[in-house]
């Protein structure tokens, strides 16, 4: 294992959510708007996080790395837990809190749901409100311009004029109670918190004692020892309570243990009679409230768990529509498992933001019910993991993470040691290369753990029977959904309600009379500017578009003609958003930022920085931004919920709309215990009517292994995986293996011209062909299902480096040929040696930088670029456009530029500048480096497993390190913390917060009061967060510590006195 967490992660092009095959960010600016919606898959890296990280593990495409934020969950529930908190205090002041009932079925379900439609008639007057071409924020702080036409004077659409009208009526009351919560809960309201009776109350001591018993109880007989005291110093930290729950504290643990024995009792008896709470102890449900605002379960959720085969713990599919609640069922089982099976967990999330998401969320889980929660994402977890003595784990990983911690429990023989796998948007099997992986994963351990429960959960199956026999499932599935959905389609001026009830599946809803001046006609036909108005700034609402591009011109456009009132709703907190945008970003300020955030509005896509992500949706949460324009990435990859969801056009960049993806992106509309109604305004074109009447009314895509589509990331990978880790070695048991997985089930289907065995054989003599296995020698006499295979060398570096294996190849004679004259006048030659594959193809130079970029080598530096083939004169030709006739290799050229970028960036540390400077979108340049890092500690490991490249491994240790800090190395602890990005660690760091243990033991009252925008969630979240990982390293440290005391088991002689004992 290396420090400093080289961590093993490549950018491959995939698709999400059923969109076309998309990959990397062009490189001039032209071109980033020509293919933007190639960028739209781009994600950015959580960067700088590390851990160690060594074993095998799966390189993991910037597709799924997303930002990391662990709070944007909306602003009501914000409120929520503001009402929660308003009622534990009252609860506190009673000597003895009432219980909650048990009974947690509901039978009353969204009965509220329709209760308060929105009205959206058309209006017919006019407001007497001018947009001034400059206005200036009234702050005067923000030089904020609103550029706005002439001709825009009366250019304000009634529907704007409506929401005045109600201002003005109850002056700066909104008159709402849902954003007054919102207001009052906001991180930008600082009064509040600061009066928080949980400031008087002084943080007790003895709570490490109470809270730790329940984790501790395991511990009860360990002997006293120096290391025990080590231990209790490094997790009494760690397991410190805030100070709320004190009184019923004591109560509650003394009933968890002996309910959690009464459970364990009613597990292995395989009774009916369930334990207080579904077989667990009452305190889940009691945290469930406390922590989620959950009262009651919906009756579908108790359905669901009562199910038989829940009981029998058989493997499960349930599908349920967005918003419907599927997380919790998944949750509680999960709980059943570690605190009453005593096994480890593992859930698997589709991307990085939404592991960390819910790392923050049940962090806290972890700590009052005594198991650890680890991430797996991004560069963060241990192949394997820890082996934990007492508590349990749930190891929460995006799809790659999760592929490598199966193969490295399967490699040290502890595969069983998991009881369960929770798979979330298990129709993500049909997507792409990761779909590829989640099968390999999900058939790997079908085939090596029968003991290990298998459940998946989606809003959007279609062909469930064959997901059913790959995972020999139950399935269970219902059409609830608490909040009552409306889908409406715009044509034209004319609003139509979808209707599956209808002959052609819609209904005439309303004509639009909004009165457009031909300016406003011209510049928004599609009626946007009407259509948020009706919303904004009391509700929310996401604008999808279809390209990056697109959501800057619409944000634009749509500020350019909203009233300057807008400016005055939340001010001084959208000033404050500003501040915080320019500080983290180096004084830099995206000028569409600067123009749209006055009004509350911003675009959100995969060309922002992850900081800029996180602050832009904890504003939106927090109701301080209510619009954003956004690519179809925010359906998938964060929950920011909206009361009105309108989609631009029914393209995903150029490609037609499909059912699973329109299904996501209106799912955010209306979401349980925010809204009481959402929407959703789909906006086309006559000549789309067909194709959008078929996409509404039919049956959502069917989901198809890409196994074998996916040759080198699909079967070549899985196969080399199977013997590598003897899952399966001999071309009998790979087959069979075959058999077991979706593209077994679906064969006939996807491959009529050829058999399974035909495509096994083929792929296991490709292998062997391009060196990566080899037979082993046979006996005439055995049959040709009994001929075995062995892992090459070089197959096994590919395999530990999980390197392509379309470039393991290149890779190899690449290293092969920096030995012969490696520089190391400075780090570029090697980073030229570690820059991804897989992101050259789609890079176009500009030429006249690069020349510029050439020039400012050293001469050494100048030779790296002379070794590898391309000279001076060639770039200076192709920058002054001249004809050339020697033949260069492009992936070469290309190559070099990129490292040209990740050079400077590593010199400068400034992703603004550097993006400045080679003219590149910010977010394509953190991806990029993120990218170079993962791919950095690819090719040590890949170096690792071969003799002839000793070299690399000492140099490519710190260059990986290098690359994955290059954030101030100060920030980088702070930064192992769910949800922690860079601008969030600064400011910590700057009021005093050095380390993990400093966050660990912050009061989140204090921490709300001393830091800018962080509302009372986040920060429990975080301090949550920081003592479960404290916790977490300080066990680890432990059992090093034990394993160091232990007499080894084949000591000479007789069974020796331990150590501790002598
Ligand atoms: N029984 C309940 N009572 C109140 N709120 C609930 C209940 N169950 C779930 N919720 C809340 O409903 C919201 C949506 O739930 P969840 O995220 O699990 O939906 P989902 O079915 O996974 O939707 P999606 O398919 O969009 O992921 C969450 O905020 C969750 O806390
Ligand atoms: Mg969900």
Known sequence: M????????????????????????????????????????????????????????????????????????????????????????????????????????????????????PSIAPVGTFADLKTDKHTENQSGREDVTVEAGAGLLY????????????????????????TKERDRNSPYHKTLNEESPHNLIEQPRQNDESSSKVGTSSDVNRRKSVKDHLKSAMTGNAKAQTPVFSRSKHLKETLLSEEMSVAKKTIESSS??????????????????????????????????????????????????????????????????????????????????????????????????????????????????????????????????????????????????????????LHMIGEGSRGAILEMTLAKILYTSKTTQIIGMSATLNNVEDLQEFLQAEYYTNQFRPVELKEYLKINDTIYEVDSKAENGMTFSRLLNYKYSDTLKKMDPDHLVALVTEVI???????????????????????????????????????????????????????????????????????????????????????????????????AGVNLPARRVILRAPYVAKE??????????????????????????LILQEKDKQQVLELITGPMENCYSHLVQEFTKGIHTLFLSLIGLKIATSLGDIYQFMNGTLFGVQQKVLLKEKSLWEVTVESLRYLTEKGLLQKDSIH???????????????????????????????????????LE??????????????????????????????????????????????????????????????????????????RLYLSFVLYTLLKETNIWSVSEKFNLPRGYVQNLLTGAASFSSCVLHFCEELEEFWVYRALLV??????????????????????????????LYNAGYRSLTHLANANPEVLIGTIDHLSRRQAKQIVSSAKMLLHEKAEALQEEVEELLRVPSDFPGAVAPSIEKA
């Open 2 to 117: 290396e420090e400093g967490g080289s961590r093993i992660r490549r950018r491959v092009c995939v698709r999400k959510r059923d969109r076309p095959g998309l990959g990397c960010v062009p490189v001039t600016a032209a071109e980033a708007e020509k293919d933007d919606e190639e960028k739209d898959e781009e994600e950015m890296v959580a960067a700088s996080r590390r851990r160690r990280t060594a074993g095998v593990q799966e390189a993991e495409p910037n597709d799924s790395e997303e930002d990391m934020f662990g709070d944007y969950d909306s602003f009501t529930e914000n409120s929520f837990l503001a009402q929660v908190d308003d009622l534990d205090q009252k609860r506190m002041q009673l000597p003895e809190h009432k219980k909650h009932a048990t009974n947690f079925a509901s039978t009353d379900l969204g009965s509220e749901s329709v209760k308060n439609k």
């Open 155 to 178: 250019d304000v659409p009634s529907s704007q004029v409506l929401y005045f009208e109600n201002l003005q009526n109850s002056s700066d009351d909104l008159g709402d109670q849902s």
């Open 272 to 425: 009916h009679d369930l334990g207080p709470f579904y077989s667990l102890p009452s305190k889940v449900r009691d945290l469930y409230f406390q922590f989620k605002g959950i009262e009651k379960l919906y009756e579908w959720q108790h359905t669901c768990l009562t199910l038989n085969s829940v009981q029998e713990r058989k493997n499960l599919i349930y599908s349920l529509p967005t918003s419907g609640g599927k997380t919790l069922v998944a949750e509680i089982i999960m709980l059943q498992e570690l605190l009453c099976q005593q096994k480890d967990v593992l859930m698997i999330l589709p991307y990085v933001a939404i592991v960390q998401e819910k790392i923050s969320g049940l962090s806290s889980f972890g700590i009052e019910l005594g198991f650890f929660v680890e991430e797996y994402a991004g560069s963060k977890g241990r192949f394997p993991p820890t082996k934990r003595r007492g508590k349990k784990s749930l190891y929460i990983a995006t799809i790659e993470k999760g592929h490598s911690l199966v193969n490295s429990l399967i490699e040290t023989g502890r595969v069983s040691s998991l009881g369960l796998v929770v798979v979330d948007e």
């Open 537 to 635: 700034p009391k509700y929310s609402c996401l604008v999808f578009c279809p390209t990056k591009k697109n959501c800057e011109n619409v944000a634009d456009m749509i500020c350019k003609f909203l009233s300057k009132e807008y400016l005055k709703h939340k001010e001084k907190e959208k000033y404050e958003v500003l501040k915080d945008l320019r500080n983290m970003s180096s004084g830099n300020l995206c000028p569409v930022l600067k123009r749209t955030i006055p009004f509350g509005v911003a675009y959100h896509h995969g060309g922002l920085t992850s900081d800029e992500r996180k602050l832009l949706e904890e504003a939106y949460s927090a109701g301080v931004l209510c619009l954003f324009t956004c690519t179809s990435t925010l359906a």
């Open 656 to 681: 037609f709309l499909k059912r699973n993806q329109y299904k996501q992106m209106i799912g955010r509309a209306g979401r349980a215990g925010i809204d009481t109604v959402g929407e959703s305004i």
């Open 780 to 818: 005439k006499s055995e049959e040709e299902a009994q001929c075995s295979f062995h892992i090459t060398k070089l197959g096994r570096a590919s395999f530990k480096g999980t390197i392509d294996l379309a470039y393991c190849n290149v890779l190899y004679k690449d290293l092969e040929k920096g």
């Open 821 to 894: 004259g490696l520089v190391l006048e400075s780090l570029f030659h090697l980073i030229y040696l570690t820059t991804p594959y897989d992101l050259v193809s789609q890079c176009e130079p500009n030429w006249m930088i690069y020349f510029w970029q050439f020039s400012q080598l050293s001469p050494a530096e100048q030779n790296v670029a002379a070794l590898l083939g391309v000279s001076e004169s060639f770039i200076g030709k192709k920058a002054s456009g001249q004809a050339i006739k020697k033949k260069v290799d492009k992936d070469i050229v290309n």
């Open 958 to 987: 710190e260059l990986t390190k290098k690359l994955t800090y290059c954030v101030k190395a100060e920030l980088v602890p702070l930064m192992e913390v769910a949800g922690v990005l860079e601008g969030r660690a600064r400011q």
